[in-house]
């Protein structure tokens, strides 16, 4: 097994082609592009440590409602339960 090193994760919408692009991204070159942004912490013991199919529900919601704002034109394809489903 080849040792790969941990990376961050960019999701990004592209609106002229209506898809989304998800990269790994070297931390080294991306830390001064986020440096002082904003950011969402998701704390991994609120979830009980369980990265299970409800936890990556929530997670894609959230990518989902932060890219929404700066692209309106998403929303019209969205239809996002907030809340936890049983």
């Known amino acids: 097994m080849r040792n790969i090193p941990p990376y961050p994760v960019v999701l990004t919408y592209l609106e002229d082609r209506q898809q989304f692009a998800v990269q790994a991204v070297d931390r080294t ?3 001064p592009v986020v440096a002082g942004t904003f950011e969402v912490p998701i704390l991994l013991d609120e979830h009980h440590f369980k990265l299970d199919d409800a936890f990556a529900r ?3 919601a959230a990518m989902l409602n932060l890219i929404a704002p700066g692209q309106p034109d998403i929303q019209q394809y969205m239809n996002v339960t907030h809340d936890p489903i049983d």
């Open 58 to 60: 929530r997670l894609g």
């Open 29 to 31: 070159r991306l830390a």
